[in-house]
Nanobody, 123 residues
Framework: QVQLRESGGGLVQAGGSLRLSCAAS????????MGWFRQAPGKEREFVAG????????YYTDSVKGRFTIARDNAKNTVYLQMNSLKPEDTAVYYC????????????????WGQGTQVTVSS
């Protein structure tokens, strides 16, 4: 079992930055590929970024490429999402998720989820 807890969300102006963290419990964290998803009100949950258990390669949805960076520290059981040049359309609840399978954009591939952290970008 893996338990996930996100932190780092908040309110930021457009153009600003935030770094989300996802702390995992369980000694098998390093075996899991990790993903970040987001869900805005009235919309489906959307894949944002993913990272293999080795730390590379990384994957991004087109709308965040060049602005967001996913990274992990297996020694700290933590995965990060650095978000720069934030836009109002990035406003959503952000979730981290773990999968024993390969990284993918389909939420059903993921076995464990955090409770989410709110990111709000004002214009």
């Amino acid at each position: 079992q893996v338990q996930l807890r996100e932190s780092g969300g908040g309110l930021v102006q457009a153009g600003g930055s935030l770094r989300l963290s996802c702390a995992a419990s369980g000694h098998t964290f390093s075996r899991y590929a990790m993903g970040w998803f987001r869900q805005a009100p009235g919309k489906e949950r959307e894949f944002v970024a993913g990272i293999r258990w080795t730390g590379a390669p990384t994957y991004y949805t087109d709308s965040v490429k060049g602005r967001f960076t996913i990274a992990r520290d297996n020694a700290k059981n933590t995965v990060y999402l650095q978000m720069n040049s934030l836009k109002p359309e990035d406003t959503a609840v952000y979730y981290c998720a773990a999968t024993i399978n390969r990284v993918g954009s389909d939420p059903s591939r993921y076995d464990y989820w955090g409770q989410g952290t709110q990111v709000t970008v004002s214009s």
